[in-house]
């Protein structure tokens, strides 16, 4: 199993970063080729102290390589390049095998 982890920093307009992201983001990312689940979380709390993170997004895939050819792919280039239209806080993305 592969993953893929997406944290979002705080955003300028939260309300619109919510919008945007469960209505239009969320079903592109939902759409990637050879994903096997994909899940959301928005107020991320850090232990201990604030969190820098407003969102993460996290995906399973079957290998690296399946989650490369989703990036790839047309879905996935969509998903990509529609990032700026919500992210104002700034993203990072990681990813790994989970052992």
Same mark, same amino acid.
């Given at each position: 199993?592969?993953?893929l982890l997406v %944290?979002?920093?705080k955003p300028?307009?939260?309300d619109h970063f919510r919008s945007y992201y469960r209505d239009v983001h969320v079903p592109l990312a939902m759409a990637l080729p050879g994903l096997r689940?994909?899940?959301y979380g928005f107020d991320v709390a850090g %232990?201990?102290?604030e969190s820098p993170y407003f969102c993460v997004f996290e995906a399973s895939f079957?290998?690296?390589q399946a989650l490369d050819e989703a990036l790839a792919s047309e879905q996935g280039?969509?998903?990509v390049?529609?990032?700026p239209n919500y992210a104002t806080g700034g993203v990072t993305i990681v990813r790994f095998d989970v052992a």
């Open positions: 199993m592969h993953k %944290l979002y920093g300028k307009d939260p689940s994909g899940s %232990l201990g102290g079957d290998s690296a280039q969509k998903t390049a529609d990032v």
